[in-house]
């Protein structure tokens, strides 16, 4: 297996090309690095590698890594990266989703969002939160309706600690890159209706290692990459 430094290097020129490809800047896609099922030493190398923003699917998971990245890297290197949870949360680990990540992908409901925005801790900045869509219908369970998205989006910009942002969807995988398209086009027109209302939108949250290509053509302006830079997962672990 190649480095995770080259691996980086190699997604980084995946996104730079896909990116010049669509006529857009590479620079205004950001990377993150999902570090699900991956011991801290290996997120510590991707660190070594310039990488600062990770993605965690288990709240439980992503504390253990966040204190064992701090003893590996030191406080004042690990305060600077930037932690955000994309897995399903469950209400009952929103208070520490609420007090240790700075992005929440996966907000599905308006109790959900409320107890983020109650649990952040004073003094931390609002916790930047995107709703979940489900593009796929029948064939996934993840995320809300397209046309629920209008109602919870107004009722999370009412709720104090909370900075909504954007949308986030994983489509069915093993599309073409037709029906990618599709679906990722279809998140994109539904941030563009959005944006008419909540002008501070900014974020479409799309694209993983075998259809980043796709996603950014259709405007993704954050990915989620794992497999393409720290190899195959051992096994799913079950929801925690
Ligand atoms: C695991 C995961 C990813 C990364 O997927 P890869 O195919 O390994 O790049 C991205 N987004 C979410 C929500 C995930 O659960």
């Known amino acids: ?17 896909a990116a010049l490809a669509a006529g857009r800047d590479p620079l205004t896609v950001a990377l993150l690095a999902v570090s699900k099922t991956h011991a801290a030493s290996l997120v510590a190398q991707a660190v070594d590698a310039g990488q600062r923003a990770f993605g965690e699917n288990y709240v439980r998971e992503a ?11 030191g406080k004042e290197r690990a305060r600077a990266l ?17 007090a240790r990540f700075d992005w929440v992908h996966s907000v599905e409901s308006e109790k959900v969002a409320r107890r983020l925005s109650e ?52 489509p069915e ?37 075998d259809d980043m290509e796709a996603a950014i053509a259709e405007g993704a302006t954050l990915v989620r990459i794992g497999t393409a830079i720290f190899g195959t997962r051992e096994k799913l672990r079950p929801a925690a």
């Not at 930037?82 to 609420?98: D, Y």
């Not at 209706?193 to 993983?208: E, F, K, P, V």
């Open 63 to 73: 504390l253990e890594k966040m204190d064992a990245l701090a003893e590996n890297l």
């Open 173 to 209: 995988p093993g599309g073409d890159v037709q029906t990618q398209r599709l679906r990722f086009s279809g998140l994109r027109k539904l941030l563009e209706q959005l944006q008419n209302r909540h002008a501070t939108l900014d974020t479409l949250s799309m694209g993983m290692s």
């Open 82 to 98: 930037e932690w955000h949870l994309i897995g399903p949360l469950q209400s009952n680990k929103t208070r520490l989703a609420a």
């Open 119 to 170: 649990q952040r801790p004073a003094g931390m900045a609002p916790l930047n939160v995107l709703i979940q869509v489900n593009v796929s219908g029948e064939s996934s369970k993840s995320g809300v309706a397209p046309e629920q998205v209008a109602g919870l989006a107004e009722a999370i910009s009412s709720l104090p600690n909370l900075k909504l942002r954007g949308l986030m969807a994983i």
């Open 1 to 17: 297996m190649r480095s995770i430094h080259d691996n980086l290097q190699a997604v980084r020129e995946r996104i730079a090309r």
